[in-house]
């Protein structure tokens, strides 16, 4: 009869009993990967999660994709972009507004872009571009970097001057528009304009028309359906719900002493305001409710500790974000870069994170194309405009797409392992090759070999071994009895290859058999 044999092993994982022999094989299946976790030791993170993921996109539940590529629209300059938005006024002509230099530009959607709409700012500093309603003319955009006076442009793509009077839009680049008022920011000073004014430079009145906000250094204002108007400061973010001609009675009140980093973080997702803070991405809903149950609360981003640490905190205040296809962008600069040169994305379906290496982005922007909204990316470095999230490679580069797993003891940290495989899974895609290694306890990766994804079928003759692969998916299976013993193991799978289907790479599981060493049943350890 096969040797039955109980092994203890960890406090919180019940014993198992395991039969001796062949049967004695156990298996480690990962299939879902909700996020990576860098924060904690490999050892301990979910088991759903993985310790990086590199350019890779998990927002099919069930399965881990190489993230899609860049495209470039057209090379605008040698300056960064500062400014993107996506102008669409009503009954009028829809335009991607970008601005690079000390210029203004416009995109239609196809063709090549009109540039010089505006050609005279004295300054390349971020822009801020919001749309708002001007009776007798329709929806106008209002261009500011906060420097410049503020210039209107109309839905015929004249430039008005606003001017720098009382009257006048202030020189700020925190600008909403909100219940038919222009609001702007400055100076912990929240002022606002007539409703639906038929003139900007005679709109306002900087004397009375505002409230005192101690949020310190202005960062954005946002319009919410249920909060009122947000109220963003480096320091502390307060709300008012003003009334429909505001009054003396309406008063901002804190809603969190979480301040924000860059302004251009603040983004609705769903139904909460995620925001770069100075410990990581915060939630304001969440935030608050966390710290109402538990009396502390943690960033949401608080698992990629790697990529906080890295973070260059004295050019903070370009970082952007963008919230599009379900997905949360956020680019920053990492490693001592004066710019824009890494991206974060959450997942909010998996409360998840990947990373994005290889994209310097200095604006976003959402703009509809034939009815079809699209997300548009300008570069931190130089003045070309992306169509992002689209294409096999970055605008030709290749995308190094990196999974790497958590540590697997298989319930079992003290106990030795030995004839195991690791199985990987892929969807049929070409003729492309991912490497797989392997660590074992720790240690320093292995190559085991490398999987191709093309999923033919076998032409015979053929040389064995040989896989077979069903119709729908093809794997392999590398065999770990090279490697001796070992307590846990880890995998890591890795591409960087140019291709041009934008589907090739896709993992659908990854999965471990391993058989655990016998000892005295009596024993615990």
């Not at 600008?175 to 304009?193: A, I, K, M, P």
């Not at 809903?285 to 710290?291: L, N, V």
Request: charge should be negative; glycine fraction near 8%; aromatic fraction near 12%.
């Amino acid at each position: 009869m096969p040797l039955r044999r109980t092994l203890f092993a960890r406090r919180d994982v019940m014993p198992r009993t395991f039969i001796g022999g062949d049967d004695a094989k156990q298996p480690v299946i990962r299939r879902q990967i909700s996020g990576m976790n860098n924060r904690q030791h490999p050892n301990v993170i979910g088991e759903d999660e993985a310790k990086n993921l590199v350019n890779v996109d998990i927002t099919v539940i069930g399965e881990r994709r190489r993230r899609t590529g860049i495209t470039l629209i057209e090379d605008l300059s040698d300056s960064p972009i500062t400014g993107m938005f996506g102008y669409d006024p009503q009954g009028q002509t829809a335009n991607l507004l970008v601005t690079e230099g000390t210029n203004l530009n416009r995109w239609t959607g196809s063709g090549a872009f009109t540039t010089g709409v505006k050609t005279d700012f004295t300054t390349s500093l971020d822009t801020k571009i919001v749309k708002a309603y001007k009776t007798g003319v329709g929806d106008v955009a209002l261009v500011s970097n906060g420097t410049d006076n503020v210039f209107e442009m109309t839905p015929a793509y004249a430039m008005n001057d606003l001017g720098n009077t009382n009257t006048s839009p202030p020189k700020t680049t925190v600008f909403e528009s909100y219940r038919n008022r222009v609001w702007g920011l400055l100076d912990d000073e929240l002022y606002f304009s007539d409703a639906s004014p038929s003139d900007y430079a005679a709109a306002f009145d900087r004397t009375t028309n505002k409230y005192r906000v101690p949020v310190g250094e202005e960062r954005a204002l946002i319009g919410t359906r249920d909060l009122g108007l947000l109220i963003v400061g480096k320091e502390q973010i307060w709300g008012i719900n003003p009334s429909t001609v505001p009054a003396a009675t309406d008063k901002p009140e804190k809603l969190s002493e979480y301040g924000c980093a860059a302004g251009k973080t603040f983004i609705q997702v769903g139904g909460d305001y995620l925001y770069l803070s100075f410990d990581g991405v915060r939630g304001l809903r969440r935030t608050e409710q966390d710290k109402l149950q538990y009396g502390s609360s943690l960033p949401i981003s608080y698992k990629l500790k790697t990529e906080l640490s890295a973070i260059s905190w004295a050019y903070i205040t370009k970082a952007c974000a963008v919230y599009w296809d379900s997905k949360y962008f956020i680019s920053l600069p990492t490693d001592g870069s004066t710019y824009n040169n890494q991206v974060w994305i959450y997942f909010p379906a998996t409360n998840g994170w990947s990373v994005v290496k290889g994209w310097n982005v200095s604006s976003w922007a959402k703009f509809k194309v034939n009815g079809e909204e699209r997300l548009y990316a300008g570069d931190a470095i130089d003045g070309m405009v992306y169509r992002a999230w689209l294409g096999a490679s970055d605008n030709g580069t290749a995308i190094e797409w990196t999974e790497e797993g958590r540590n697997e003891d298989m319930g079992l940290p003290f106990v030795k392992k030995y004839a195991g495989e690791l199985k990987v899974v892929a969807k049929p895609a070409g003729n492309y090759d991912i490497y797989v290694y392997g660590s074992f306890d720790n240690g320093a990766y292995n190559l085991l070999g490398t999987m191709n994804v093309s999923g033919n079928l076998v032409t015979f003759p053929v040389t064995f071994p040989v896989s077979f692969y069903p119709d729908a998916e093809c794997y392999k299976k590398f065999p770990l009895d090279p490697y001796g013993e070992w307590y846990s193991f880890r995998y890591k799978l890795y591409h960087n290859t140019v291709t041009t289907n934008a589907d090739d790479i896709t993992i659908y599981e990854t999965s471990l058999t391993a058989i655990p060493q016998e000892y005295d049943s009596e024993e615990e350890v």
